[in-house]
Nanobody, 115 residues
Framework: QVQLLESGGGLVQAGGSLRLSCTAS????????MGWYRQAPGKQRDLVAT???????KYADSVKGRTTISLNSAKDTVYLRMDGLKPDDTAVYYC?????????WGQGTQVTVSS
């Protein structure tokens, strides 16, 4: 069983920054990477960024250049830093742990960017 504990988020002013973190616990054997997705009201869940345990990263075009994803040294906690936040960044942000057999998901954390 894998548990994901997310923290961060909340209400942020446009132009501000946020830092989300997510820690995986339980059976982390076979973890290939971690990442963040987001879902705005009435829209599908979309990729924000992912990182493999080897450090290879992938970013959505909409956040590229103002977002950094990273893993801690134990490779069980993923961080997401976003700068230059826009109202369009408002969404529920979901952490994912990527395994060779599939993905696990966190409960989600709300990020609201006020204009």
């Amino acid at each position: 069983q894998v548990q994901l504990l997310e923290s961060g988020g909340g209400l942020v002013q446009a132009g501000g920054s946020l830092r989300l973190s997510c820690t995986a616990s339980g059976d982390i054997f076979g973890l290939n990477g971690m990442g963040w997705y987001r879902q705005a009201p009435g829209k599908q869940r979309d990729l924000v960024a992912t990182i493999t345990t080897y450090g290879s990263t992938k970013y959505a075009d909409s956040v590229k250049g103002r977002t950094t994803i990273s893993l801690n040294s134990a490779k069980d906690t993923v961080y997401l830093r976003m700068d230059g936040l826009k109202p369009d960044d408002t969404a529920v942000y979901y952490c994912t742990a990527i395994y060779y057999y599939g993905d696990h998901w966190g409960q989600g954390t709300q990020v609201t960017v006020s204009s």
